[in-house]
C-alpha cells in the first residue's frame, strides 16, 4: 500500500526557514505523477487545516492566506516527492505538519477530506 513519510522539521527562530519533504512510497509509487498531493497542519486542540496543496500535473497550486508569499509548494515526479519551502517563518506556524495524497486527476485543494493518504507528521516549532 502507498506510504507517506515527511522529513525536514525541526525548530528555528522566527524568521528563518525550513524546507519539509514528502516521500512517496508503496507498491504504486511509480504513478506518483497520478496522485494530488498536499501539505496541512494541526496544532493540539485545534481542527488540521490546509496548508498548501498542489494539482496531478503541477499546474494549480493553492495557499492558505496566512502562508501566501513565504511558503512556495513544488513536486518532484521523477524523484516521488512533495516539497514546502518555509521562509518568513512566524511563532504561530508551530504545529504538526502532514502530507496528504490522493489518487486522483486534478486537485483535492485545502479540503483536508478531500485526501485520503496521509503521513505521520513531522513538527515544526517557531520560537
Known amino acids: 500500500h502507498v506510504q507517506l513519510v515527511e522529513s525536514g522539521g525541526g525548530s528555528v527562530q522566527a524568521g528563518g526557514s525550513l524546507r519539509l519533504s514528502c516521500a512517496l512510497s508503496?507498491?504504486?509509487?511509480?504513478?506518483?505523477?497520478?496522485?494530488?498531493m498536499g501539505w496541512f497542519r494541526q496544532v493540539p486542540g485545534k481542527e488540521r487545516e490546509g496548508v498548501a496543496a498542489i494539482s496531478t500535473d503541477g499546474r494549480r497550486i493553492y495557499y492558505a492566506d496566512p502562508v501566501k508569499g513565504r511558503f512556495t509548494v513544488s513536486r518532484d515526479n521523477a524523484k516521488n516527492t512533495l516539497l514546502l519551502q518555509m521562509n518568513s517563518l512566524k511563532p504561530e506556524d508551530t504545529a504538526t505538519y502532514y502530507c496528504?495524497?490522493?489518487?486522483?486527476w486534478g486537485s483535492g485543494g485545502l479540503n483536508v477530506n478531500a485526501y485520503n493518504v496521509w503521513g505521520r507528521g513531522t513538527q515544526v516549532t517557531v520560537s
Open positions: 496528504a495524497a490522493r489518487k486522483m
Open positions: 508503496g507498491y504504486k509509487a511509480t504513478r506518483y505523477y497520478m496522485y494530488c
